[in-house]
């Protein structure tokens, strides 16, 4: 029964051990996550500095390693939160250990002298033999035997106990030590968070002393934006253009298939109807019925009056439906356009990180990373366009039904237009710009409308 009570009392005590081992695994697994976003900030960070002239890419770049070490002392925190909860839980199973071993300290003693007073008082030769008829003999070897059982039942209890409390005492140890080890760590860690914030400050004073240089690079940015725009809704105004018109082309060959059908059958009835006067004729002469009059075949119905439900209002036919569909269907989780970097700039409508009382605009997202960092398809689909832009260098369009992804500023490309590209697949690596800033703007539209690509992305 001790034995029970002993195991029910382990139990309860590891079940939030065991929760908290699961939320330790994934605090453990969030910190690897973003110490290796940190390697990669700190690389790409090591390149932009190494230009004679700050750039908005350092700033940017500055930006998000505060951002990501911000989020590693967060961590850190939890961490130490968690190592809290864990010592407080180990001294809690301690001290209910603890009672436990008391109690049967306590009750092992009592047994101990009353065995001893029993053996004072009675032999328990004497005890056997003084037995009164066989029975007796057996029911007093036996309790004698269970006694016996029963003292060393309650020391192996003892020593089970007493090992468990020694292991939750070392573990509460190693937990304290782990917890310094962490707080130790954690002051390093703001050390560098403070030492990137002067950097950064550093950065911007710079940047500020260079007003004028910074808007006329605004101005270009804009245009190079609108260059791009341009090319992009010319491209998707050519696709809907040549999708409609194939439709045309398929709806006025239904229709010319349908008038030669319809020819057809009126000269086959025609032609049965001239065979029909000829035989009622001859069966008049010859006394004979007439035969059955001529069966009217209908012409088939090719689509022409209907509406056409192959394709649908945009002129997409049922392959490309099937893809936007399923393209669709994939948001959250399309794989990143490239393997390493970070969001240098997000979509939309944001102050400009230098010039005070400036808005930016991005029609998608500008990812900084590696120069000559492979980029990758992020769906099939089939490349709609490969031309060079000003200001965004190799561009690459590719269609997935009625989205497009948009790849600009590529250093080389390796896919041709009316290819078919899969998911993951290498079109092309990533340039650099006069800075040495290596950036990939990525765009993703549905038909005219652009959307926010890190909504479609799978979170990293």
Do not use: C
């Not at 081992?21 to 690897?32: G, H, I, S, V």
């Not at 060393?152 to 005492?169: A, H, I, P, S, W």
């Not at 649908?312 to 970097?341: D, H, I, K, M």
């Amino acid at each position: 029964m001790r034995l029970f009570l002993l195991l029910i009392i382990t139990l309860l005590t590891a079940l939030p051990l065991l929760a908290q081992k699961r939320d330790r695994q994934a605090l453990e697994r969030e910190k690897k996550k973003n110490i290796e976003q940190l390697n990669e900030l700190r690389e790409v960070l090591k390149k932009t500095s190494s230009e004679k002239q700050v750039s908005i890419g350092q700033l940017k770049a500055l930006t998000a390693q505060i951002d990501a070490q911000s989020r590693q002392i967060n961590l850190l925190s939890d961490e130490i939160k968690l190592s809290e909860v864990e010592i407080s839980d180990l001294r809690k199973a301690s001290q209910a250990l603890n009672r436990d071993l008391d109690k049967l300290r306590a009750e092992y003693a009592q047994m101990i002298y009353a065995a001893d007073k029993r053996r004072q008082q009675l032999n328990p030769l004497g005890f056997l033999f003084s037995s009164e008829n066989f029975n007796q003999l057996v029911a007093r070897f036996r309790y004698l035997k269970q006694y016996a059982k029963a003292r060393q039942t309650q020391k192996r209890e003892m020593e089970t106990v007493q090992t468990e409390l020694t292991g939750k005492r070392t573990a509460t140890e190693q937990k304290r030590r782990q917890q310094t080890v962490v707080l130790g760590t954690k002051v390093r860690e703001s050390e560098k968070l403070e030492d990137l914030k002067q950097d950064k400050n550093k950065v911007v004073q710079q940047l500020s002393q260079r007003e004028s240089e910074l808007r006329t690079e605004l101005a270009e940015s804009k245009k190079n934006i609108n260059r791009l725009e341009n090319m992009i809704t010319t491209i998707i105004a050519r696709e809907a253009r040549e999708r409609a018109e194939r439709a045309a082309r398929e709806r006025a060959e239904r229709e010319r298939l349908a008038k030669v059908e319809a020819a057809r059958l009126a000269a086959e009835r025609r032609e049965a109807e001239r065979r029909r006067a000829d035989a009622v004729a001859k069966a008049k002469e010859e006394g004979k019925p007439a035969p059955p009059p001529v069966v009217v075949i209908p012409a088939p119905d090719l689509g022409v009056a209907k509406s056409d439900n192959t394709r649908t209002p945009s002129n997409l036919n049922r392959e490309e439906l099937a893809l936007g569909s399923s393209f669709a269907a994939s948001r959250a989780r399309l794989p990143w356009p490239v393997q390493r970097g970070f969001v240098s700039e997000r979509f939309g409508v944001h102050p400009h990180p230098v010039l005070k009382g400036l808005k930016v605009s991005n029609p998608g997202i500008d990812i900084q990373t590696n120069a000559g960092e492979p980029v990758r398809a992020i769906y099939d689909g089939i490349v709609m366009n490969v031309e060079y832009v000003m200001g965004s260098q190799n561009v690459v369009a590719i269609q997935h039904g009625d989205y497009y992804t948009i790849y600009a500023k590529l250093k080389d490309v390796t896919v041709k237009v009316g290819e078919r590209v899969k998911a993951r697949e290498n079109i092309g690596t990533v340039g650099t710009d006069s800075r040495g800033n290596a950036e990939l703007q990525f765009q993703i539209w549905k038909e005219f409308a652009k959307m926010n690509p890190e909504s479609w992305l799978a979170p990293r």
